[in-house]
């Protein structure tokens, strides 16, 4: 079974660029959730949507915005890029918000802002 | 706010030679602790959940238990291929993130 898939997998931007990021979940996950991991420090929490709604969001300036599609896909768009948005973009997946089910997360994207 | 904290930050063993990682933990109510490994350029990869104190999973040469305040992994003989950073996180009972801590990074050598 395929995991947990993002594209693209390595992309170099500069200042005030914008980028979308993307992701499909496992086949039968509802629930998609983004995560940013700069390098030596664990993942923190960006957004998480379910059935295509947005189910919660992290401590992230307006600039990060996600959205999620009738396949479950989901997208990631970061406006104006600043050099501290380099890191690598984490996707998560999970079947749905019940329980502590598992998050399942893919390679990442690696965003490197000159 | 919940909070994980991880120790030590970096691990140097030599194969064979068993040791424990330590997660502690403050959640306003906890639904679930994960422990997940991370390869170099890699995402996290799931190993166990702990759901409440007294529990404890194995898998392999590791051993995960919980308290109601933290959290170790366990590792037995390690060998080379256990080499990694390991993840520890958290999920509260009403927010359905996981808040992780900095991780243990682990160096296990012939």
């Known amino acids: 079974d395929a995991g947990v898939t993002q594209s693209p997998t390595h992309l170099i931007k500069t200042r005030g660029q914008q980028v979308t990021l993307r992701c499909s979940p496992i086949?039968?996950?509802?629930?998609v959730s983004w995560y940013q991991q700069v390098l030596g420090q664990g993942p923190q929490f960006i957004f998480q949507?379910?059935?295509?709604?947005?189910?919660g969001r992290g401590n992230f300036p307006d600039r990060f915005s996600a959205r999620q599609f009738p396949n479950y896909s989901s997208e990631l768009n970061v406006n104006a890029l600043l050099l501290g948005d380099s890191a690598l973009y984490l996707c998560?997946?999970?079947?749905?918000?019940?329980?502590?089910?598992?998050?399942?997360f893919g390679a990442g994207s690696r965003l490197t802002v000159l | 706010e919940d909070q994980v904290t991880q120790s030590p930050e970096a691990l140097r063993l030599q194969e064979g030679e068993s040791s424990s990682l330590n997660c502690s933990y403050t959640v306003s109510g906890l639904r679930g602790l994960f422990w997940y490994r991370q390869d170099p350029g890699k995402g996290p990869e799931f190993l166990f959940t702990?759901?409440?104190a007294g529990e404890e999973k194995e898998k392999e040469r590791l051993k995960a238990t919980l308290t109601k305040k933290e959290s170790f992994l366990h590792i037995t003989a390690p060998k080379p291929e256990d080499s990694a950073t390991y993840l520890c996180a958290v999920m509260n009972t009403g927010f359905q993130k996981l808040v992780f801590g900095t991780g243990t990074r682990l160096l296990v050598s012939p």
């Open positions: 086949s039968g996950h509802k629930s």
């Open positions: 949507y379910y059935e295509k709604e947005e189910r």
């Open positions: 702990l759901y409440s």
């Open positions: 998560a997946s999970r079947v749905d918000l019940s329980g502590a089910n598992v998050l399942t």
